[in-house]
């Protein structure tokens, strides 16, 4: 006789978040590979080079293609510049603002700062919530009632997942999340990861971008064209679909309440634009494993440790394919993941940390 | 009542860089800065329990290896988020290529 699947309590302030704590999944001492420290020294070494170098290309494309855009506004010709413009306006800055978050892409941190706060205008993310809630992924890292960014929780909901690609529902939470911050009013969740002393902060940014929304509004008003919401706002839906497409293979379809980030993580193999725009957070094994590692010496963490890890997923439709049948077993059997595969040369899974329920269902 | 302790050679620490070291049950950090000054801090981040050790040094700089909080060794002053509680420093002495501290 096979037991109905729990229902997972994904609220941050529920059931699943107390049990986590109790039970020790919250805050735990995850699994690392060993790493003799002087590597791990350079690896970590910090340069500001490397993301000034990325930032002005990324700039001057932003530019470029915005400008292109609105010169060719009411033609057709205007639609190549604006693909090119939304992604690098609603996709690009998701890495800029995980990177710069973390105090990583560049040496100088007022550099860092800086990057942050425009990319997390564009990806409409509140710069004091998102730091927050990211520090909690990265300690509970898909911990049911304890990660605040799983994006697609158990049984998924297929239909929240499709309409991330085109931001509608991420746009949405983040204007009602941006009026209410505004209005002064952080939520009971919000509270649970964001320090009192920083609230007032997130109220502030949550004025002053209600503030240039509104412009940006009473400007296309004032024209009668829409052209200034295609620059400034429009972009985070239109553009949306590259990051929500490489987000989703980070953790999509693995194992959730365990403490071993090869389990959960994915690292994929893509190609060279896509991981300039992600900022080679497809090495996202290895990014979770050793997040003071910058974006741009992933690739030598990865060569190095992969001996540890399961093999990377080879491409974006290879992960695809692996991941949607996931998704589908999903809505029949919720604790049902796709468990990978070590090589025999990693050190094995402590299973003894996974429970064995959890760990069946993946058979 | 506070005693000088020994915690490691001089030499076992490169210049700009973070050593663990453990006593009564007590764990610190010890820090070599680029000028080859030395210096000692509680051993975990104040912000979740991490050991220090294990982050990177900057100038006068550590940075916790988990969540990338901030602070400056020489005076423990928390410098960036997740971190805002700052960490207590310990006296350090350099004697005889010893690195001695002073555990209160």
């Known amino acids: ?363 | 009542m506070s005693d000088w302790v020994e915690a490691c050679a001089a030499d076992d620490i490169d210049e700009e860089d973070v050593m663990r070291f453990d006593h009564g049950g007590r764990t610190f950090a010890i820090y070599r800065s680029p000028d080859d000054e030395y210096f000692a801090t509680d051993g975990l981040c104040s912000h979740e329990k991490v050991h220090l050790a294990d982050g990177l040094v900057m100038d006068d700089i550590i940075e916790c290896p988990k969540h990338n909080g901030r602070f400056n060794y020489k005076t423990g002053a928390a410098r960036g988020a997740p971190v805002c509680v700052n960490l207590k420093t310990y006296p350090v002495k350099v004697d005889a290529g010893k690195v001695l501290v002073q555990i209160r």
């Open chain 1, 1 to 363: 006789m096979t037991a109905a699947p729990s229902r997972r309590d994904y609220s941050l302030i529920g059931r699943d978040a107390k049990l986590a704590v109790e039970n020790g999944l919250s805050a735990a001492e995850w699994y690392h590979t060993d790493i003799p420290r002087k590597q791990m020294k350079e690896l970590m070494q910090r340069s500001d080079g490397p993301a000034i170098r990325d930032t002005a290309i990324w700039l001057a494309a932003l530019i470029a293609s915005g400008a292109g855009g609105a010169w060719f506004w009411g033609t057709w010709w205007c639609v190549p510049f604006f693909f090119a413009y939304g992604v690098l306006y609603g996709s690009s800055t998701d890495s800029r603002w995980h990177e710069c978050g973390h105090g990583t892409a560049f040496r100088t941190q007022w550099m860092n700062d800086v990057v942050y706060q425009i990319a997390c205008f564009m990806i409409m993310r509140n710069p004091v919530t998102w730091r927050w809630s990211h520090t909690r992924h990265h300690t509970d890292t898909i911990i049911v009632g304890r990660d605040p960014e799983i994006s697609v929780m158990r049984p998924p909901d297929l239909a929240r997942a499709l309409l991330g690609f085109v931001g509608v529902l991420d746009a949405w939470h983040a204007m009602s999340d941006m009026l209410r911050n505004a209005a002064g009013n952080i939520s009971a969740a919000e509270k649970t990861f964001i320090p009192e002393q920083e609230q007032g902060k997130a109220i502030r940014i949550a004025r002053i971008w209600t503030a240039i929304y509104a412009a940006t509004i009473a400007l296309a008003l004032y024209t009668g064209s829409f052209l200034p919401l295609m620059l400034v706002g429009l972009p985070r839906l239109y553009g949306a679909w590259h990051h929500v497409m490489v987000g989703l293979l980070q953790h999509g379809g693995l194992a959730d309440n365990v403490i071993d980030h090869r389990l959960n993580s994915r690292t994929v193999y893509m190609n060279p634009i896509s991981r300039f725009i992600y900022w080679n957070m497809n090495y996202h094994v290895e990014h979770h494993m050793f997040p003071m590692v910058p974006y741009h010496a992933l690739p030598k963490l990865h060569a190095l440790i992969k001996h540890d890890l399961p093999a990377p997923t080879p491409s974006i439709l290879a992960g695809y394919r692996e991941m949607i049948p996931v998704f589908l077993r999903q809505l029949r059997n919720e604790d049902y993941f796709l468990k990978r595969e070590l090589p025999p040369t990693a050190r094995p899974y402590r299973e003894e940390f996974h429970s064995d329920a959890v760990a069946a269902a993946a058979e």
